[in-house]
Structure formats: C-alpha cells, structure tokens
C-alpha cells in the first residue's frame, strides 16, 4: 500500500482509461489537488475521452498503443516506466480496458486500484451488467477493489462496496445509468481513504482490508 502519513504531501496518483473517463473527472473533481494529485492519465487508445478530460485539466497524458510494442508484457513496462517517471504512488484504473500483466502490476505491487460495475466477486470482466441482467440478479452494485498479480481478473481484495436494488431492471444502460454516480463516489472515496493511510490489510485475513473511518 502507498505509504501516507503526516508528513506526505498529497498521494501522486495515475490513472489508466480507455474509454469516456467520468470516474477520471470523478477524481479530478474531488480529490485532486486536496489528498491527491493526478500526476499522469495513460491510455490503450489514443481516441479516449479521457485523455481530453486529462488535458483539459493541465494533466500530462501518454498513449500505449498494443500495436506500437512487440507484446503485451512489453506496452505494460512502457506504462510502468511512464508512471514511475512521474513518481505516481497509486495506480487508479478508471475504465481501463486491458488487463494489466505481471510487467506492470510487479512494478505497482499493492498500488494498483481498479473500479467495477458489480458486486464482487459476482460478475467479474467485461460486460459485468449484462451478465447480472442475465442472471436476473435484484441488487446490482460497485466495488472499488485493488488489483493483484494473481492470475486473475476483478479478483484482488475488496476495499468498498455499495448495491443498490434494482428488481425490475431488464436495460444494461439503464442499470449504468443508476451505478455511475455510485462508481463517482466510491471510486473518489477509496483513493481518498488510500491517501490517508486508512486502508490497511487484516493480519488474520489477507482477503479482508480493514478500513479506518
Ligand atoms: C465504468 O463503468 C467502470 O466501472 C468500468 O468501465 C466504466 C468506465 O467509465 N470499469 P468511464 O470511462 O469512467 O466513464
């Protein structure tokens, strides 16, 4: 986990994203310039949103494209090595679209963050709220987790969670709709807990981050 104490100026925070960036402009809303500081925006895909959100914003922003490096591993260092150069502590992925290899994840160990749209470990990967709608699941949900090099994916520890219950719910934009303003929140709220050290691993559960309101 990133360190934080009295004495640490504001968490130097990266954000990944591929796609429209409203959980960027979430954090550039809130924590940015008060805990944190978004010191880079990177993305997969030189068209994203994002990055305009980013540059609108004074924030240096990089492109990886896969085809531009010989293998994934290889893209995942040159993000790492763009992160590290702007001393990024904590890694935030806002709608990245790629899953992230070890050749990233080894370098960001504990520091990586990530936002999904259900409630895991419900409905990992892509289109998360059209599998719950499949499902005929009642509550849907987000939860902000970290990121871990284990193989798998929306599998590291959870830090928070919020449902909300839609029981007659049949659109996936629709339920999107109802979850973006929870992933606004929560996702502000997690790099904000983060920045204050608040976020801590339980001794007997390495599953289970204890968070100190
Ligand atoms: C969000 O729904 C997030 O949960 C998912 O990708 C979407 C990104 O949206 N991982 P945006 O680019 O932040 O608007």
């Not at 719950?132 to 987790?145: C, N, P, R, S, W």
């Amino acid at each position: 986990m990133p360190p934080s104490d009295g004495e640490h100026g504001p968490l130097r925070v990266g954000v990944l994203a591929s796609g429209t960036g409203t959980n960027l402009q979430a954090l550039l809303d809130t924590v940015h310039g008060e805990e944190a500081l978004v010191v880079g925006v990177a993305s997969d895909r030189p068209a994203a949103e994002a990055l305009e959100r980013a540059r609108a914003a004074g924030i240096e922003t990089g492109v990886f494209e896969r085809s531009d490096y010989e293998d994934r591993s290889a893209r995942d260092a040159a993000i790492a090595a763009w992160m590290a150069e702007r001393d990024a502590e904590l890694i935030v992925l806002a709608g990245y679209m790629a899953i992230l290899t070890s050749a990233f994840l080894s370098r960001f160990a504990g520091a990586v963050v990530n936002v999904h749209p259900s409630l895991l470990p419900a409905f990992p990967g892509i289109r998360a709220i059209e599998q719950a709608l499949d499902y005929g699941v009642k509550i849907f949900g987000v939860t902000v987790h970290f990121v871990e090099d284990d193989g798998g994916v929306d599998t590291g520890p959870v830090i928070l969670q919020r449902g909300v219950e839609l029981p007659h719910a049949t659109s996936a934009e629709d339920v999107h709709m109802q979850l973006r303003p929870i992933e606004h929140a929560l996702l502000p709220e997690a790099v904000r807990l983060v920045a204050r050290g608040a976020v801590t691993r339980d001794p007997h559960n390495p599953r289970r981050m204890v968070i100190a309101r």
